[in-house]
């Protein structure tokens, strides 16, 4: 009986540790109606929601959202964006780094963090229209709908 409740115990204080790790960002600023939706389960942004690989970032009419990745990337929304999280990894002891999202509409303020310093060609923007690789520190882009 000893064991079962020592493994009950080890199984229930090790579970936020493993959904900890699925965590790459959080949100750090929201302004508006802003959504963090995470496994088709939308929960309304406030600072501190978890940001999850997959997760799509969504902003309504007049809001903002910004957002901190572990690497210290740093991604702001304006108004009707959605972007989502595509594949993000931050294991430099490994080298494994890479972040990729995909802009399907709205603004995005980009500034890089450690991925991007470390290995340039680890990080992309997919846009309708084409893929930016990310070189610099910084930059803005607009995706606009018909």
Do not use: C, W
């Not at 750090?28 to 978890?50: E, I, L, N, S």
């Amino acid at each position: 009986m000893r064991h079962a409740l020592a493994l009950a115990a080890l199984l229930l204080f090790s579970v936020p540790a493993l959904a900890d790790d699925a965590v790459v960002g959080y949100v750090k600023t929201v302004k508006g109606d802003a959504y963090v939706v995470t496994g088709g389960k939308p929960v309304k942004a406030a600072v501190g929601t978890p940001v999850q690989s997959g997760s799509v970032l969504k902003t309504g009419s007049g809001a903002s959202l910004g957002v901190t990745f572990k690497d210290n990337t740093v991604m702001s929304f304006g108004p009707d964006t959605e972007l989502t999280v595509d594949d993000y990894v931050y294991a430099p002891n490994q080298g494994n780094l890479k972040l990729g999202a995909s802009l399907a509409k709205g603004t995005l303020a980009y500034l890089s963090g450690a991925i991007a310093k470390i290995k340039p060609d680890a990080v992309a923007v997919k846009t309708p229209t084409g893929t930016i690789g990310v070189r610099g520190t910084h930059f803005v882009v607009k995706v606009e709908t018909d």
